[in-house]
């Protein structure tokens, strides 16, 4: 596990060792939690990790379905239940068993 508090940082975190999932605040300084996710899907694509956004500022419908767009795999609203996230990651460890 890796944390990384800056947007521009996540690609260069990604390229030394690549998680099976980012928890990405959306009102991360530096570059937005959307761009993040855009610049992830555009350089990974198929291969990116399960992403979650968080959000506490960007809570209304359309925030979700714009980062749905920009390539979130769920977005999830503060304060967020650890069991909702659990489930979230839950197929992961499915996975790598």
Partial sequence: MRGVYHGE???????RDMPDALIVDIDMPGKSGFAVAQEVRQTYGKH?????????KWTGQ?????????GFDH???KPC?????????????????
Avoid at 48 to 56: D, K, N, V
Avoid at 62 to 70: N, Q
Wanted: hydrophobic content about 50%; some cysteine; proline content about 7%.
């Fill in 81 to 97: 239940e650890p069991r909702t996230l659990l489930q979230l990651l839950e197929p992961l460890t499915r996975a790598s068993q």
């Fill in 62 to 70: 359309t925030d979700k379905m714009l980062g749905h767009l920009v």
């Fill in 9 to 15: 940082d996540v690609l260069a975190a990604l390229r």
């Fill in 48 to 56: 990116a990790p399960l992403m979650i956004a968080m959000s506490g």
């Fill in 75 to 77: 977005y999830c609203l």
